[in-house]
């Protein structure tokens, strides 16, 4: 079969590092890809939201299955573009079409769509700018901290967490007058704040039957602690020993079976995977938010513990037949710990030498900002690389990463050293 990933990050070279080990594969392709990406296929120059380029090009090389990575290009409608157009629609794409991918386009529709299906999450209320004096005064009725969300894409950076009332007044503002997010924050929905741990769980479905796949902890903030602002993520861990059966039992009952049978029912066209951001609240599951596409970083620590042929996966999901697949999953921890560049979430520098990246032993390296000039490898983003390790235990798997992590050179890198420690202690 002929495959191209559309994306850039980590979690492509992730699921093009997976797709390549299937006989199945015969050519891959990545539009655009990085450096690490071209080491399992070949790196094509097209923007993943060139719906037309996309287009010609999968018509050219006969493309049997489109994986979308990033959750852009789903939400402008790539699956919608396939469909409509008889030249493509033979192609199988996995991840939804437009309307389904409100689910992660659109905060407010998400969780108008949870408490449709009686799915467990926080209290909230969304405000534009017609309603911005009634965003303030709600604020005032709840107890701090505050969580403001930008209701449109924001590139993993649209929640903000705040711990006094005069703060979460002002961002609220800004988010909303001043375009703090752009276009995403032209609605701005507030949530109650749940204090618990997160969690993030996967399921592949076909739009009808599903398959569970690893879970994972990300750690979102730049800081040790989880202090400082939200990154894309800066480390990640799977399995998660907090996820016990219990907990996962009403995870399947009360979040992921209502929100298949919701999908069922809205007549959603829903071919992919889906994504829970979740709080475990004293035992009890809560959904902070729905992602249509696998999640970055979750998908290096998640994609290593799957055994099964992927592309099985991939075509079981696109023919319907997703009933008819047994996913085998690792019983190893796996643990990854991001490479940052120095600045970043803020501004950094791109174009820095990267050195001794061919040197790591015992770890996978999944290159996320990272290009390739001559044959130097250069910084070009501000998650610059992530670094998976496997073991029998979390607390072996966290230290093979760090470790290898200390070898990795390049200017100002920064990673978190604390990846995993609240799990293991």
């Known amino acids: ?87 493509l629609k033979n192609t199988a794409v996995i991840g939804p079409d437009s309307y389904s991918a409100k689910l992660e386009g659109s905060k407010d529709f998400a969780k108008s769509f949870m408490n449709k299906y009686k799915i467990p999450t926080s209290k909230y209320k969304s405000f534009n700018n017609e309603t911005l004096d009634e965003g303030l005064e709600f604020l005032r009725s709840l107890n701090p901290p505050y969580v403001l969300k930008a209701d449109g894409l924001a590139a993993g950076k649209g929640v903000l967490i705040c711990k006094t009332l005069q703060e979460a007044q002002s961002y609220l503002k800004k988010m909303i007058n001043e375009r703090m997010f752009g276009s995403a924050s032209d609605c701005v929905v507030i949530e109650e704040y749940l204090n618990g741990t997160e969690l993030s769980v996967f399921i592949a479905t076909d739009g009808e039957n599903y398959i569970q796949l690893p879970e994972a902890k990300d750690y979102k903030r730049i800081g040790e602690g989880e202090t400082g602002p939200n990154t894309g993520g800066m480390g990640c861990v799977s399995p998660v020993p907090t996820a016990n059966k219990p907990f996962m039992e009403k995870v399947r009952k009360r979040i992921i079976e209502p929100t298949i049978e919701g999908l069922i029912n809205e007549n959603f066209d829903y071919k992919g995977f889906l994504f829970f951001g979740l709080m475990n609240v004293n035992g009890e599951p809560y959904v902070i938010e729905y992602n249509v596409r696998l999640g970055d970083p979750e998908a290096e620590v998640i994609l290593p513990r799957i055994d099964s042929d992927f592309v099985q996966l991939l075509k079981h999901i696109s023919n319907k037949t997703l009933n008819q697949y047994k996913v085998e999953i690792r019983k190893d921890f796996a643990a990854t710990i991001m490479l940052a560049s120095e600045g970043y979430p803020g501004k950094y520098e791109k174009g820095l030498d990267i050195n001794n990246a061919d040197s790591i032993k015992n770890s996978i390296v999944f290159y996320a900002g990272v290009k390739q000039q001559n044959d130097t490898l250069k910084t070009s983003g501000g998650r610059v690389m992530a670094i998976t390790s496997l073991d029998s235990s979390l607390e072996k798997a966290v230290s093979k990463s760090i470790s290898n992590a200390e070898i990795i050179d390049f200017k100002g890198k920064y990673y978190r050293k604390d990846i995993g420690n609240d799990l293991i202690q």
């Not at 060139?50 to 010609?56: A, E, N, W």
């Open 1 to 87: 079969m002929n495959i191209l990933i559309l994306g850039s990050g980590g979690r492509e070279h992730a699921i093009a590092w997976k797709i390549k080990q299937s006989p199945l594969c015969k050519k891959l392709y990545i539009a655009p890809g990085n450096a690490g990406t071209g080491l399992c296929g070949e790196n094509i120059n097209i923007n993943p939201t060139d719906f037309i380029k996309t287009g010609q090009f999968v018509k050219e090389k006969k493309i049997d299955i489109l994986v979308v990575g990033p959750e852009e290009p789903l939400v402008k409608g790539i699956a919608d573009y396939f469909s409509n157009n008889e030249e």
